[in-house]
């Protein structure tokens, strides 16, 4: 059974203060998390019970420890009750690319995975939007931070990208990447058909004008594949667990939800 999800969304879950990330009933996707129940019945070996979560793709359950690892941990991993606040998980840090206004009061956290469908719509239909009206008037600053859990093209799509961060061009390049995957879903393609591979990488990064030799040496090196594991355990530690799923300045929108739902969210927060 594959638990994870990624989602258009039809609801709002809203926590200011602490996130809240139980799924809709309504929201399309899968769930990231098993039933407890579920869990309990197919772990039972000798009348003691082991709680365990599984992910597809080896998602952790929290930030790996220091030095991370190469992403590749095994689809079965131990529950855990590390959990971080709303007001941590906005807290910036240096691998965070700002899209806008450094010194804007509105912060605007995506995470997402390059190969999500409904990250894709968000992107073509929403975000632009966002854009327009609150990021190019200073307003809002956006971050997007990896949650890379549909498969081995997600995790190199997002190595890619982060090796483009080095660079200082992650915000080009994960435009890029999603226009690309774009392309790709109109012709038929989905989720590790093959289409994000070096080539298609190395294309992308000629187009956003990166220097190619140290792109290059970094994808092929998965140089940074242990900052991708480390957001994507750091989003499970902060309650998220579909894609995508955004917070603004606190508040947990998750779903591709439309242009008003965020409007709704960014007007309050800029009122304080």
């Known amino acids: 059974m594959n638990e994870n999800k990624h989602t258009d969304g039809k609801e709002i879950d809203v926590n200011v203060g602490e996130i809240d990330a139980t799924p809709a009933t309504a929201r399309k996707g899968r769930d990231l998390f098993l039933p407890v129940s579920i869990l309990a019945a197919a772990l039972m070996v000798g009348g003691a019970i082991v709680f365990a979560t599984l992910y597809k793709g080896g998602t952790p359950a ?3 420890s220091a030095g991370g690892n190469n992403g590749n941990a095994g689809n079965v991993v131990a529950a855990t009750s590390t959990t971080v606040s709303a007001a941590q998980a906005m807290t910036l840090g240096p691998r965070d690319a700002i899209l806008g206004n450094a010194s804007a009061t509105v912060t605007l956290i995506e995470y997402g995975d390059y190969q999500c469908p409904f990250c894709a719509e968000f ?7 966002i854009i327009q009206n609150y990021v190019n008037t200073g307003k809002v600053r956006m971050v997007f931070r990896d949650f890379a859990f549909l498969g081995p093209e997600s995790t190199a799509a997002a190595n890619a990208a982060q090796c483009a961060e080095d660079q200082n061009k992650l915000w080009a390049y994960h435009d890029a990447l999603y226009t690309a995957k774009l392309g790709d879903e109109a012709k038929g393609g989905g989720e590790d058909d093959g289409f994000y591979n070096t080539a298609e990488f190395l294309k992308l990064a000629q187009q956003v004008g990166l220097n190619i030799p140290t792109f290059t040496s970094c994808i092929n090196n998965n140089t940074d594949a242990n900052i991708v594991t480390q957001e994507r355990g750091n989003a499970a530690a902060a309650g998220i667990n ?17 242009y008003s739902v965020f409007q709704q969210a960014l ?6």
């Open 62 to 64: 929290a930030a790996p």
């Open 123 to 129: 992107f073509s239909q929403t975000e632009p939007q």
């Open 242 to 258: 579909s894609t995508p799923s955004f917070i603004i300045n606190g508040q947990l929108i998750t779903g591709a939800q439309p």
């Open 267 to 272: 007007d309050s927060a800029l009122k304080g």
